[in-house]
Each structure stands twice: as C-alpha cells, then as structure tokens.
C-alpha cells in the first residue's frame, strides 16, 4: 500500500493564482481531511470528508475548496491565493467504521506552498 | 479556548534519560480519544500512541507510554530510554466523541543531547 500520497511536493504560485493540491489514499478509508501548519500553530484543519459526497468545513475552511468524488481522492482547491496561504498542506485518513473509533489519522507527506 | 495546550515550546533530554512531554486537553465529551505524533525534521506526520477516555490502562507503545490522568485532563507522552533519533517535534490531538474533527497542540520541540 502507498498510503496517503499528496501532489505536488513543492508550489510556488502568485498572488491570485488558483491551484489544486491533489491527495489520494489507498486504504479505503471514509474519512479525509486536509489541515494547513504555520510555525507555532500546530495543525489546523481547513475540511473533511465522512465520505464520497459528503464534505464539511474545519477551523479554517476560508479560500479553499474541497470535493469527494471518490473514496480515494480528496482534492483541496485554492482559489485564488493570497500571501496568507503560504504554509504546508497535509492531508490525512483515518477509518471510522464500527469497531474501528480510535479514528487514527495517517498521514501524507505534505505539499509546502509559497505565495509571492 | 483552546482544545488541546502544550505548554513546553522546547525541551531537552540527554540521551537515554526519560522525559515527559505535557498535553492538556478541553472537552465536555465523555466519549473521546488521545493521540500523540511525531514529525521529525524530515517533515512527515508519525503516530505513536492512542488513548480511549474509557481506558483504564494507560497506553504503551514500545519506549512510548501515555500517562492519562482523566480527572486533570492532560495526557502526557513519557519517552523510556531516550534516543538521538527522538529528537523532533511532537504534537498531541484529540478527537470528541463521535465528532469528525480533530485539535491539534501547537507542539513541543524535543532535542536528545549525547
């Protein structure tokens, strides 16, 4: 298994420029999520998913888009990127289903984004 | 207020010395879960142990233990035998109940001395 794999590894985009941070997983696991680390603020989350169809806001969901069209795939959508955006993405699963509430996250390898 | 609080920014151990990394926690919830990662300075995310809120036993993974103290509410992450390759940053996150998000503490940076 490849586990959570996230593209691209390095970004560089411009002031207003729009982009997709791809994730996928391979661990038929219904929960996804993407979170967002700046220095001294640990992790926050930014959305998740419970499922293909189903998406729902976190802590910072503000300037970003998500989909689930998939179980595999959780795509996180920069609009129109500001200098704010600036910072490393991770996105992680965990399985929920019964029998299974630990929930642990695994997560993937992180895409570092630099907005000029 | 905050969810989760690590209040050591930075800690030191020398090698083969135990240590204890600090985590409180908020919730109402009574059902709820504890979790403990790792992110070394390569950057990924490593988990290393979990604790129920309806365990009794505190947790053990290897070297890793979880030192869970309900009525305090803190959670703290006990590392045996220190190594030079635990030297990284480790982050404490909580689950709620049957709730879909996870906190994250804004971690504490562990430094292993020779």
């Known amino acids: 298994n490849a586990g959570v794999t996230q593209t691209p590894k390095f970004q560089v985009l411009k002031t207003g420029q729009s982009m997709t941070l791809q994730c996928a997983q391979d661990?038929?696991?219904?929960?996804m999520s993407w979170y967002r680390q700046d220095p001294g603020m640990g992790l926050r989350l930014i959305h998740y998913?419970?499922?293909?169809?189903?998406?729902d806001q976190g802590e910072v969901p503000n300037g970003y888009n998500v989909s689930r069209s998939t179980t595999e795939d959780f795509p996180l959508r920069l609009l129109s990127a500001a200098p704010s955006q600036t910072s490393v993405y991770f996105c992680?699963?965990?399985?929920f289903g019964p029998g299974h509430s630990v929930g642990t996250q695994y997560f993937g390898p992180g895409t570092r984004l630099l907005v000029l | 207020a905050q969810k989760i609080t690590q209040t050591q920014p930075g800690m030191f151990v020398q090698e083969k010395e135990a240590v204890t990394l600090d985590c409180t926690y908020d919730?109402?919830?009574?059902?709820?879960?504890l979790f403990w990662y790792k992110q070394p300075s390569s950057g990924e995310m490593i988990f290393l142990i979990y604790?129920?809120?309806?365990?009794?036993q505190n947790a053990t993974e290897g070297r890793y233990s979880l030192n869970f103290q309900k009525a305090r509410k803190s959670a703290n992450l006990v590392i045996s035998a220190s190594q030079l390759g635990d030297s990284a940053m480790y982050f404490c996150?909580?689950?709620?109940?049957?709730?879909?998000?996870?906190?994250f503490g804004t971690g504490t940076s562990l430094t292993v001395i020779p």
């Open positions: 992680a699963s965990s399985y």
């Open positions: 661990m038929n696991h219904e929960y």
């Open positions: 998913s419970v499922g293909a169809g189903i998406t």
């Open positions: 919730t109402s919830d009574q059902s709820y879960g």
């Open positions: 604790q129920g809120s309806y365990d009794e």
């Open positions: 996150a909580m689950r709620e109940g049957t709730g879909n998000q996870f906190y």
